[in-house]
């Protein structure tokens, strides 16, 4: 069970937040800090309008519904106004993008959080605005964009969070959004090193995103086929196995966690999959390609990861030769 939401103390410092990428992430976190009293304003591209319409909702049996209203809405980075930090929750295949949105901001921001999948999210935001500090952030969450502007909390929602840089200040800065996070009832953890977090998530993500596309199966259906269950255990050995050539300390035991949450959680699609079911961009190059690299570099072959991408790239080039 979450925490419930904790109310801001009268002493506690706010901050003025930027969310690009409104989707069901974005949306989710940003509302929490608004609630708790911060300066929030988020981007909205396509749901933009709706947004305006009905404000943007989030419902969450388990914190609680949120709207926040149209005038925390707006439809460019520029219009974020000033900002100390920004969440960036944006799909990794838009980082293309990084650059030009980050520097049509009124103002760069002191901090970055990239609460994106995947690997490269952030030294890409390092470059593209290097005199912030970047901060990596794994969310352990189940949530979705159910209709425009309306997003849907399922569960979960533990946010993992790692500096990029080596340096006091990034220590600090990662501390004081933990706190924020923490404040507004998200639960955070900020005890492990980036590359440990996001190569945990990639476990998880390698093994099922790619597996309920290739199949057209839902997690659970996933789970409970004996021969699709046996590539996904396949596939997070070798995630295993990659990470600890890469410097994230990782043990088998992180394979049993991630099956025995997902088994008590309801049957979902993730988000590759519905990416994939809608026609858009599949996340390919961060969750799949850029960790296939590092592995490479550390001599770790990954045959049936390397199988998934391929069926993976198959779907991908189909559906543009259809198109």
């Known amino acids: 069970m979450q925490p419930p939401p904790a109310q801001p103390s009268p002493s506690h410092v706010t901050h003025h937040y930027g969310v690009l990428g409104t989707g069901a992430v974005g949306a989710l976190y940003g509302s929490r800090l608004w609630q708790a009293g911060h300066m929030v304003r988020f981007c909205l591209r396509s749901d933009l309008e709706a947004g305006l319409a009905q404000g943007l909702q989030v419902q969450s049996a388990s914190w609680g519904d949120v709207t926040v209203p149209p005038e925390h809405l707006c439809g460019s980075a520029a219009a974020l106004g000033p900002l100390d930090g920004l969440l960036v929750a944006l799909k990794t295949t838009a980082n293309g993008e990084l650059g030009a949105l980050l520097a049509a901001l009124e103002t760069p921001p002191r901090w970055i959080v990239m ?4 690997l490269g999210g952030e030294e890409q935001a390092a470059q593209a605005a290097p005199g912030a500090v970047v901060l990596g952030g794994v969310c352990d969450v189940a949530c979705s964009r159910i209709a425009p502007a309306t997003m849907r909390h399922f569960g979960h929602g533990l946010v993992h969070l790692a500096p990029l840089q080596g340096t006091s200040e990034a220590e600090q800065t990662c501390s004081a959004v933990a706190a924020d996070l923490a404040a507004a009832g998200v639960p955070v953890d900020s005890s492990e090193s980036l590359v440990t977090i996001r190569w945990r998530k990639l476990v998880w993500n390698i093994a099922f995103s790619g597996l309920c596309v290739v199949s057209g199966q839902h997690t659970l259906e996933v789970m ?16 295993i196995t990659a990470a600890n050539a890469d410097g994230a300390p990782l043990t088998t035991a992180v394979i049993d966690d991630f099956l025995a949450g997902t088994a008590a959680m309801p049957s979902y699609s993730p988000s590759m999959q519905l990416d994939a079911q809608a026609g858009r961009a599949m996340e390919l190059e961060a969750i799949y390609r850029i960790p296939l690299q590092r592995a490479h570099r550390h001599g770790v072959a990954m045959p049936e990861t390397t199988r998934l991408l391929q069926e993976l790239e198959a779907i991908e080039a189909e559906r543009g030769s259809a198109g």
Not at 115 to 118: E, I, K, P, R, V
Not at 224 to 239: F, K, N, S, T, Y
Request: hydrophobic fraction near 35%; aromatic fraction near 0%; glycine fraction near 10%.
């Open 115 to 118: 609460l994106q999948n995947g």
């Open 224 to 239: 409970g086929d004996p021969q699709l269950r046996r590539r996904l255990e396949a596939v997070m050995h070798e995630v």
